[in-house]
């Protein structure tokens, strides 16, 4: 809007792929809106859920002009920074199949 002409830094263009201060990547983008960014009119939103915060951050993403791919170590940093890491998944075949096994090694026929 209007005021956007008297913030110093301006108000990020979020279809250029430059001047991206931490980066345009998700791990990046999900600490910038977390945290804020000094010295810019970009406040710490940390209070809102983690959820709402991907929202915000997939929602700049469909405004890029060329959005850069989720990398292994983006992932890796969100992990760090939310204390969660994912959980293995199995297919449910392999799980009954697991379960079955276990019953079986518990209770062998006589």
């Keep these: 809007g209007p005021a956007a002409m008297a913030l110093t830094p301006r108000p990020r263009n979020f279809t250029s792929n430059e001047g991206w201060k931490f980066g345009r990547g998700v791990a990046t983008m999900f600490h910038t809106v977390t945290n804020g960014s000094p010295g810019t009119g970009m406040s710490a939103f940390g209070a809102m859920k983690p959820e709402d915060r991907f929202a915000v ?3 700049v993403r469909t405004m890029m002009a060329d959005t850069p791919a989720d990398k292994p170590e983006d992932v890796a940093t969100l992990q760090k920074e939310l204390g969660t890491a994912p959980k293995p998944r199995i297919t449910v075949e392999k799980a009954m199949d697991k379960v079955s096994q276990e ?3 518990g209770h062998p026929e006589k």
């Design 57 to 59: 951050v997939h929602y």
């Design 103 to 105: 019953w079986a090694a």
